[in-house]
């Protein structure tokens, strides 16, 4: 499978310092724009994602949310209240599944147009694809939001790092995406940031690896 689009914009918000080059992600999200009450809900991926769409008409673009764990941090504490015998609030489970993030944005923007929430362990690429799908059935313009927020419980290995990244495309030759059976590279563990750090650097082309594929990446023209 081999697909192509151009970026308009990519973005991205971090909470710690991942390395020198991405140091001006690390930035404490704006949410002025949403109300205190609903902002305490906010998870970490869940702010960061309004952070970067803040300044995108999101009645304009179709929207794409795609994230590997989503809110597993709400789910680990559900579990908990479970294990331990007490009531399972509503609200926290309303919010711990997969299109929470996109939910809560939708209302906060009032936004009517399409939006898609999907899990996908490479989740930028997958984010992408859908949203090149997107721009096939019509829209002109895709922003896609690829999330993650870590593990912060005694259950798994915890991590402090969340972050998300957003992407504007269109259709174009700009970029260009080429799948292909994966049979003996590595697995990426964290592809937003690989896309960051390319980007940014202006490599021209770079591959990444789920269990079944290999997705390489080719820069046709500078964005």
């Not at 402090?160 to 990244?165: E, G, M, P, R, S």
């Not at 591959?207 to 390489?216: A, C, G, H, Q, Y």
Request: hydrophobic fraction near 40%; charge should be negative; include cysteine.
């Amino acid at each position: 499978m081999k697909f192509s689009f151009n970026i308009l914009k990519f973005d991205a918000i971090t909470n710690v310092e991942i390395c020198d080059e991405l140091k001006d992600f690390c930035v404490t999200p704006e949410l002025n724009h949403i109300a205190p009450l609903a902002r305490r809900r906010l998870s970490k991926c869940a702010k960061f994602s309004a952070h970067l769409l803040k300044e995108i008409d999101t009645n304009s673009v179709a929207s794409v949310f795609s994230s590997r764990d989503g809110e597993i941090n709400r789910c680990f504490s559900l579990l908990d209240d479970v294990a331990k015998n007490e009531p399972i609030s509503p609200t926290s489970f309303s919010l711990s599944v997969h299109n929470a993030t996109l939910a809560q944005i939708a209302i906060f923007s009032s936004n009517n147009s399409e939006i898609s929430a999907i899990s996908s362990n490479l989740s930028l690429e997958n984010g992408l694809l859908n949203g090149y799908l997107k721009l096939e059935d019509g829209f002109e313009k895709v922003a896609v939001i690829s999330y993650f927020e870590g593990v912060d419980n005694q259950i798994a290995k915890k991590t402090n790092l969340a972050y998300a990244v957003l992407v504007v495309i269109e259709k174009g030759s700009q970029i260009c995406l080429e799948t292909t059976p994966n049979t003996h590279e590595s697995l990426a563990k964290n592809s937003d940031i690989v896309f960051l750090k390319n980007m940014l650097s202006a490599k021209k082309s770079w591959s990444v690896s789920d269990e079944v594929l290999t997705w390489r990446w080719c820069v046709e023209t500078a964005v």
